[in-house]
């Protein structure tokens, strides 16, 4: 019996769920999964695979939200599962945002630039889209179009790119040709999602699919035998199971064409990579609603009287914040500096919040007039400290021509300042001087001496004067999507916590026990990026204004 040792067998890991889209093989996938599912490192990952060996010199597109989200999430996540998972070899079997080898065959339609394509050695070329510029990529004809974290592509953008799946009919073979597949979590009306995909549930012909299951099943049975006879050296099992695989492919390949796979699964699919601790780890976090949403693909949400941040809501975030001009003239290989922030002027002064511990979050951001916009984040986790820190800032605002920033942060950054030691004090030297010793240009301000303790309660208030919008003197708080993603997700995870002290009085606290998780989870679920903002924007000038004005506003938690 053949086993995973034997030279003819290339071994795979795979999650159920992508094993069953492996074994339909459709025409055209949806899928909603939960957080961890291995959407573009496998289930992506494998379909262009697929679609390129099947149809060489094809013209293909790989669609995302934004080319900033492009180069630094999701193309590497295509190659990780290339290589991980698929044993593809960077210059041997793909390059990208260069031209190609001289041994890799052509497409059929010529490839001007290429800066944002992936080139596969049979000649395919994989187009890397944003959603922000569909009208120029719908000119071209493609044979077939991935497209990942579809919420943030409006069905309007879609309805323009789609059109462009047509031509060159050189592929009647593949169950590919002019073929999709969109993966994405589960839309949330409330954060101003698309759900769009919801309604492709409705292509989906169920008895279709489950007979493209049966016959990709027993077509890789098939496989699985023929690899054994050949280990045999049995020829008359061998030729046996050839003719079988003719026979086995056409039924199945006359299964698959023009079949849409509608699928929903949660994190659990990739159990046995992600853990079960990982699991609770996320419910003990993401309370009860919103683990519904996220992990188990199932309509949820934290509800608004759990919420810390009571009032934010879609009116406070803004996704045009990207330069599409600089953003499309940045090649795969080229990593972004200021000048993609549309909303930055690069002639006034930068306002940070940070928050120090084992992940140091850092919120930069702009006053302009009445608006005060959170430009961008960053993040370092440990072992990563200040320099880490400080260099990525430097190299990202490089360009930024006003070299001051003023720094906020917890008392707590101020600690040992008299022995020369404090974590404010490290990293305004590592800003303003360079691993070289290099003054660097940049002026840093401490804001928060002798800064008194911020009580959750008073943070909590005065929240909830500035997300309102109503007091005269706050400014209008603007958030970056896609610059400020793992923010915007601190602000909306945050719980409340009420207690009642020994008076009987409400005290009001913000639940932090998400900071315990481990590491590479603070970022996307923790508190401390909300921490770092709340230095940010808790400042003297707005503090005291909300305070005297607090007797006159009325809450929902006042008189309990």
């Not at 071209?140 to 974290?149: K, M, P, T």
């Not at 079949?259 to 009860?288: C, H, M, P, R």
Request: charged share 25%; hydrophobic share 35%; proline share 3%.
């Amino acid at each position: 019996m053949i086993t995973k040792n034997d030279p003819l067998v290339e071994t795979r890991y795979s999650t159920n769920a992508n094993q069953s889209i492996a074994y339909i093989g459709a025409k055209d996938v949806q899928v909603i999964g939960g957080r961890g599912t291995t959407k573009t490192t496998q289930i992506h990952a494998e379909r262009f695979q697929e679609a390129m060996i099947e149809m060489p010199r094809s013209l293909q597109m790989f669609l995302c939200n934004t080319y900033e989200n492009a180069r630094t999430n999701l193309v590497p996540g295509l190659e990780n599962g290339w290589k991980e998972y698929r044993d593809w070899k960077y210059g041997i079997d793909y390059v990208k945002g260069e031209p190609p080898p001289s041994f890799f065959k052509r497409p059929f339609v010529p490839v001007e630039n290429w800066k944002k394509v992936i080139s596969h050695r049979d000649g395919a070329a994989i187009v890397i889209g944003s959603g922000n510029e569909v009208t120029g990529l719908a000119g071209n004809s493609y044979q077939y179009i991935g497209a990942d974290e579809v919420k943030y592509i409006g069905k309007a953008k879609m309805d323009i790119i789609e059109p462009a799946l047509r031509g060159l009919n050189h592929f009647p073979h593949s169950a590919y040709y002019r073929g999709s597949c969109f993966t994405t979590d589960l839309p949330n009306l409330g954060k101003g999602d698309d759900p769009w995909i919801l309604d492709r549930r409705k292509n989906m012909n169920v008895e279709q699919a489950k007979a493209a299951y049966y016959c990709g099943y027993l077509y890789y049975q098939n496989e699985g035998k023929l690899a054994n006879a050949l280990k045999n050296k049995n020829k008359a099992d061998v030729r046996r199971y050839l003719k079988a695989r003719v026979r086995l492919y056409a039924q199945w390949l006359r299964v698959r064409k023009n079949l849409s796979y509608f699928f929903v699964t949660s994190s659990f699919a990739n159990i046995d990579a992600l853990t079960l601790e990982y699991i609770q780890d996320l419910l003990k976090q993401l309370g009860w609603e919103e683990f519904k949403q996220s992990v188990l693909s199932l309509k949820g949400g934290v509800e608004d009287g759990e919420k810390f941040y009571s009032g934010l809501s879609e009116a406070h975030f803004y996704r045009d914040g990207i330069n599409e001009n600089y953003d499309h003239s940045l090649g795969l290989h080229e990593e972004a500096n200021c000048n993609i922030l549309r909303y930055l002027d690069p002639n006034a002064e930068l306002d940070c919040g940070i928050d120090f511990g084992r992940m140091l979050s850092m919120v930069i951001a702009q006053e302009r007039g009445k608006e005060f916009r959170c430009l961008k984040n960053i993040y370092k986790l440990a072992p990563e400290s200040s320099r880490e820190l400080a260099d990525h800032f430097i190299q990202f605002f490089k360009p930024h021509k006003r070299k001051v920033l003023n720094m906020y942060y917890d008392r707590s950054g101020n600690q040992y300042e008299s022995s020369g030691r404090s974590w404010a004090a490290e990293l305004k030297d590592c800003i303003e001087i360079d691993t070289a010793g290099n003054r660097t240009g940049w002026t840093v301000n401490l804001m928060s001496r002798d800064q008194a303790t911020i009580y959750q309660s008073e943070e909590y208030y005065f929240m909830k004067n500035v997300l309102s919008g109503q007091m005269e003197g706050l400014p209008k708080l603007l958030i970056d999507v896609y610059q400020c993603r793992e923010l915007k997700s601190s602000l909306e995870l945050t719980k409340i916590l009420q207690k009642r002290d020994k008076k009987g009085s409400v005290q009001i606290y913000k639940n932090k026990s998400s900071e315990g998780l481990p590491l590479f989870q603070l970022p996307m679920n923790s508190t401390n990026f909300g921490d770092a903002f709340k230095y940010l924007m808790y400042r003297k000038k707005w503090a005291n204004m909300a305070k005297r004005k607090r007797s006159v506003i009325i809450t929902a938690l006042d008189g309990m």
